[in-house]
């Protein structure tokens, strides 16, 4: 009977341990989002300068790879403003694509790294993490937005690999402290957007039809 016990402990004790193991390191990389299915794809939405007056357009769409099915995020970039809008824009000449919140929120603290397996067409494209509001006022209902540029080699499969404290805060584009620091536990949305002027010196700009393909989105722990 006291053998028994002390059996039955041991395997309790060592089921527990290989639990919180699992549960401090956790793997190595994780999938953020799949780009192969129309399914995956409900799960972003479309915005573009067109909202206010502009006349860029966008879609989104699954198709064949070659390899697989990925997603196709692709349109036109203009610079022209309708004659007819009540907005009063500055710019248009943009297009993004904005994931749905989370369920509350993705938690990737144990992770330094976001990577993108992309082919595009020599533009430069802006990576954004939307954090909870802790940096604006209460009163404000948008979340933080953190973004760098991702320049996509055209007609060639690129993973391109972003270390999250090169995102830098911004509001409405524009940096507002590069001192901040993102908290990665407390992720609620991502987007990638393109910006017809801009960006990293020397890549494709302007207006004009742009070109996007995405495999998958994850983060990586590389340290």
């Known amino acids: 009977m006291i053998l028994s016990i002390g059996i039955d402990f041991h395997v309790e004790t060592v089921a527990a341990l290989t639990w919180n193991i699992e549960d401090?390191?956790?793997?190595?990389e994780k999938y953020v989002f799949r780009f192969n299915s129309k399914e995956e794809l409900?799960?972003?939405?479309?915005y573009s300068d067109s909202q206010y007056g502009g006349l860029s357009s966008a879609s989104l769409e699954i198709a064949d790879s070659g390899t697989g099915s990925s997603g196709i995020f692709h349109g036109?970039?203009?610079?022209?403003?309708s004659e007819?809008?009540?907005?009063?824009?500055k710019r248009s000449g943009f297009c993004g694509m904005r994931s749905n919140k989370f369920?509350?929120?993705?938690?990737?603290?144990?992770?330094?790294?976001l990577a993108m397996k992309v082919r595009g067409d020599g533009r430069c494209y802006i990576s954004t993490i939307h954090t909870e509001n802790w940096i604006n006022s209460p009163a404000q209902m948008e979340d933080n937005?953190?973004?760098?540029?991702?320049y996509v080699p055209k007609d060639q499969w690129y993973i391109a690999k972003i270390p999250l404290d090169q995102y830098l805060p911004t509001w409405r584009g524009n940096i507002i402290d590069s001192k901040l620091e993102m908290n990665p536990a407390r992720i609620?949305?991502?987007s990638l957007s393109i910006n017809a002027e801009g960006g990293i010196p020397g890549t494709k700009s302007g207006p004009g039809d742009f070109r996007l393909e995405i495999d998958w989105i994850k983060a990586l722990r590389t340290r």
């Open 145 to 150: 937005s953190w973004q760098t540029f991702v």
């Open 42 to 46: 409900k799960r972003w939405h479309l």
């Open 84 to 89: 007819a809008t009540k907005w009063r824009l």
């Open 188 to 190: 609620m949305a991502m």
């Open 24 to 28: 401090v390191i956790p793997p190595s």
């Open 103 to 113: 369920d509350g929120y993705i938690d990737l603290d144990a992770y330094d790294t």
């Open 76 to 81: 036109n970039l203009s610079s022209d403003v």
